[in-house]
């Protein structure tokens, strides 16, 4: 070969490969998709599985928490921008899909809904290797023997899985729980006590596990799905603390299926993404990986007899040979009926401390969005649309805020008691009469919302601050704060909703001490509300 | 620069190969060649969805008989009602939406511009359980025939489940279960499989006879006590069929579905086949009903689509990948090609069920319950 011709040679293989290397560029997967999937918070231990898979599959999967039964309404509102969902529980695909948007559902794992109760406490009730049912529990949790906690039945399937239990088993388990048992005082008045006797709510299942662990001396039990109580019992031997023994309650049980479906807009490429994680969590690779996480995975049944016993331990109660019979829920529209009684008559009553920023930045969109979302929740035909309507011996008291608390000596005209909703609405006008100005205290304003709830606060209601601001305390005391949350026995949480510039940096620690939790409202004010809401 | 040069010339004319290559060959390829494919579009009942998808058949479909199947998933009933001018073929999962479909186009029909063909069939059957099977075979309730498959007296089963106390599982022979003997269905009033089991119930109540519009009215109360007795019922035959796989035993002890599901199941699941059949069984009810896919075809692309679908490899691939026995004269389904234990070469029992008329009646009056 000559000189030149090697030369030119040389060019035209430079050639081939920069094209060769342009076309491989635009062909490598071609563009990339994102999925984005709303899921019960129970999956959330799950997330490095499908972030495995979207690393190589040059697909982008954002996933968003929420409670089940909060899925279900967002379903029924057009699935809001999500590709996929993914709830405990079909009946909540079904309940919500009515605009027939969900396609190619498949059960993913199964995991039956438990009452996980400290080792100790269930042997001293003698509930060892015997069934147990609703009534015991409710036995046990009335003479004080039993101080437990479970999720809000109107947000999350974990909660309503146990409410219809309790209805059917307080019903005396006919064969299926009917409108009539729903005005059957006899049944309704049992109901009542055993959820009057929950310590602590929360909206979703994976966040009432985070919060058992952080207050295990204060609680005995949880309900929640037999694979949250195997994750609390490892994260228990860990830490050296004695684990929960799980409850199948007898004539109140449920299975959770976890469908995942997709929810069609015509976008074939996203259907094609969504179809090959679906695949990919029913491999076989996956679904063993599930099982030794404690999600039943059998191909028949919720057989365990290819399960690792030491994630299926039978010390922590549970029983591979066992045939777990749940209850039969009830049809539809009891369902419904049953969700509505539970919010407005059955569950705890909700003591709530609003705490809301005024503050000269608010001005813009920031008072606007805040009086909208108070509007959702104080405006009960509103409210009715998320089942976060008031209970007759609900408790609901507003505090606003800039660099000082703006009605302080006027606290019991923004007070309501019960649930009238002409006084609620009233109450949501005076809101929307307010304008916003000066800066910003979050310390004494949280402090006297604290300080008023001790005082505000009946033996039957669940407690709560819901803090709202969109900005950074210049004002106010940090130290009084953190004193005052010290100095108190410290059940009342404080959720904080942050907006604008609002710094985590100082409400994290606010919410840490108080067993709360922060939900970012810079996107969706209204929706953080309704979620805060939700927890209490 | 005459290296650059030629380097940026060289690259020229790569670039214009590429795209000859990738761009233009295949529009002119495609030109020279058309595809003729003739576009067929179908209403059908989401149970025949894998058939349908099934890459086989969309290449045999192609190759044989120049066809592109595309569909609407709609209910069979459903089918009936809706406005079906834009497209070429209704293809439901029972013979009431045939008949509410001929009753609204009599004409057509008998012109023959509508003409109809039952493709495949599927029975109702009873799926359940290894340990309560065995149960209920002691009993002789279930009753295993010398053929090998599993056998329940529709008559006796009805009478079960309209008895007043409900018998418990205890009292018919299984412990391991409490609460009431049951045999669970898709809801009615909104899936075929269920809808065909209240169709031999109501067939049952009227004596063992095929139930006419006054005998259905008659038994009307029954049939929704047991309705109401379910409570919370699946919206669709496949989701209950997934259900009572994944759920168990204890969940879902007894259902009634098409004999289609568990066929397309195993054989979905080969590998693990000696498990599942070793775990779950078929029953069949005696006398049971049919559910019948009648292609209705339309147009001109849709009577080409029916001629395509007497295909005896389709039907091959129906029965042996999907579970779906022919409709057609003189084809044969033989259950040991599948190698399935359990499963009847031939379903002999059947009756018809009640006409369209006595089933809307039904479904309007469990809808109000």
């Avoid at chain 1, 407690?463 to 009084?480: C, E, F, H, K, Y």
């Avoid at chain 1, 909703?497 to 609002?502: D, E, Q, W």
């Avoid at chain 2, 269920?194 to 049952?204: D, E, Q, S």
């Avoid at chain 2, 395509?308 to 129906?318: G, K």
Wanted: aromatic share 8%.
């Amino acid at each position: 070969m000559t000189r030149k011709a090697s030369r030119s040679f040389c060019h035209f293989g430079s050639a081939v490969l920069i094209i060769l290397l342009f076309a491989t560029a635009c062909s490598g997967g071609g563009p990339s998709t994102t999925l984005h999937i709303v899921s019960g918070s129970e999956n959330r231990p799950l997330e490095p599985i499908i972030q495995e898979w979207a690393r190589s599959h040059n697909t982008t999967v954002e996933m968003t928490y929420q409670g089940s039964v909060d899925i279900a309404r967002m379903l029924q509102n057009g699935g809001a921008s999500f590709d996929g969902v993914w709830p405990a529980n079909r009946l909540w695909i079904d309940f919500g899909d009515t605009q027939n948007i969900v396609r190619h559902d498949a059960s993913i794992m199964r995991s039956p809904v438990v009452l996980g109760v400290k080792r100790s406490i269930a042997e001293s009730l003698g509930w060892l290797d015997r069934d147990v049912t609703l009534s015991d529990i409710l036995a046990a949790a009335e003479s004080d023997d039993l101080r437990f906690m479970m999720t809000s039945a109107t947000q999350s399937n974990s909660g309503a899985s146990f409410y219809f239990g309790a209805l059917n088993a307080f019903a005396g388990s006919p064969e299926v729980v009917t409108s009539a048992h729903l005005e059957d005082s006899a049944v309704t008045e049992q109901v009542e006590r055993i959820l009057g006797e929950v310590d602590r709510s929360s909206g979703s299942s994976g966040f009432l596990k985070d919060l058992f662990l952080q207050q295990f001396d204060r609680f005995d039990a949880m309900v929640n799905y037999e694979a949250v109580i195997i994750e609390t019992n490892q994260a228990l031997l860990r830490s050296g603390r004695e684990p929960l023994y799980a409850i199948y309650p007898v004539d109140g049980l449920t299975i959770a299926d976890s469908p995942l479906g997709y929810i069609d807009r015509g976008e074939e490429a996203k259907e094609e993404a969504f179809l090959a994680l679906q695949q990919h969590l029913l491999s076989e690779t996956v679904q063993r990986q599930l099982l030794a996480q404690g999600r039943r995975t059998s191909l028949l049944g919720i057989d365990l007899s290819s399960a690792d016993r030491d994630v299926f331990r039978s010390e922590w109660g549970i029983d591979a040979d066992r045939v777990l019979q749940p209850i039969r829920l009830p049809n539809r529209e009891v369902i419904g009926q049953a969700l509505n009684l539970y919010q407005i008559a059955f569950r705890r009553p909700s003591c709530t401390i609003y705490v809301l920023d005024f503050s000269g930045s608010m001005a813009e969109r920031g008072e606007a969005d805040l009086k909208a979302a108070m509007r959702t929740l104080l405006n009960q035909s509103i409210a009715q649309q998320y089942l976060l309507q008031g209970h007759p011996e609900d408790v609901t008291q507003v505090i606003l805020f800039n660099e000082s608390i703006i009605n302080q000596n006027d606290l019991s005209r923004w007070r309501v008691v019960g649930s009238d909703a002409d006084d609620l609405l009233h109450l949501s006008r005076q809101i929307e009469a307010v304008g916003s100005g000066g800066n910003t205290n979050i310390f004494d304003s949280t402090r006297l919302a604290l300080e008023e709830m001790t005082r505000l606060r009946t033996p039957e209601c669940l407690p709560a601050v819901i803090l709202m601001t969109d900005g950074q305390d210049n004002s106010g005391d940090r130290a009084a704060l953190e004193r005052y949350i010290r100095s108190r026995e410290n059940d009342i949480p404080v959720f904080a909703i942050m907006f604008g510039s609002a710094d985590s940096a100082q409400l994290d620690p606010i919410v840490t001490q108080t067993f709360g939790r922060t939900f970012d409202g810079r996107s969706d004010l209204v929706t953080a509300f309704r979620e805060a809401k939700g927890y209490n | 620069m005459n290296n650059r040069l030629a380097f940026v010339r060289s690259l020229i004319v790569l670039a214009f190969a590429v795209f000859v290559l990738v761009v233009l060959l295949p529009t002119i390829i495609e030109q020279v060649t058309p595809r003729t494919l003739t576009p067929v579009t179908c209403f059908i009942g989401s149970e025949k969805d894998d058939f349908l998808k099934n890459p086989e058949v969309v290449r045999l479909l192609a190759d044989r008989y120049s066809l592109e199947v595309s569909y609407s998933r709609v209910g069979s009933i459903e089918q009936a009602f809706i406005d079906s001018s834009q497209v070429d073929c209704l293809w439901p999962s029972n013979t009431s939406a045939l008949e509410i479909y001929r009753s609204q186009h009599q004409q057509d029909f008998d012109s023959g511009r509508i003409s109809y063909e039952t493709i495949f069939n599927s029975p109702i059957v009873l799926f359940s359980w290894t340990p309560l099977v065995q149960a209920l075979v002691d009993q002789g309730l279930f009753v295993v025939q010398p053929e090998g498959y599993t056998t329940v007296d529709t008559t006796r089963l009805i009478e079960l489940l309209t008895r007043t106390p409900k018998p418990t599982w205890a009292e018919v022979g299984v412990d391991d279960l409490f609460g009431s003997f049951n045999v669970i269905t898709s809801d009615p009033t909104r899936s075929n499989s269920g809808n065909m089991f209240y169709g031999l119930f109501a067939n049952m109540l009227a004596g063992g006879q095929v139930a006419s519009l006054e005998a259905v009215r008659e038994n009307l109360p029954a049939l929704r006590q047991y309705y109401e007795n379910q409570g919370y019922m699946e919206e669709s035959s496949g989701i209950l069929f997934e259900r009572f796989i994944n759920t168990g035993m204890g969940a879902h002890p007894i259902i009634a579905n098409y004999e289609s599901l568990l066929i397309e199941f195993v054989v979905q699941h080969r590998e693990q086949m000696d498990t599942v059949l070793s775990q779950i069984h078929v029953i069949y009810p005696t006398p049971t009903v049919w559910s019948s896919h009648p292609l209705i075809a339309r147009t001109d692309a849709g009577k080409k689509f029916l001629e395509a679908l007497r295909d005896e490899r389709l039907q091959q691939i129906a029965w042996e990948q999907h579970g779906f026995r022919s409709g057609l004269l003189g084809i044969e389904n033989d259950p040991s090609i599948l190698s399935l234990t359990g499963i009847a070469a031939e379903i002999t029992s059947v009756i018809p069920l009640p006409r369209a008329e006595g089933i809307i009646e039904m479904l309007d009056y469990l809808r109000q319950s």
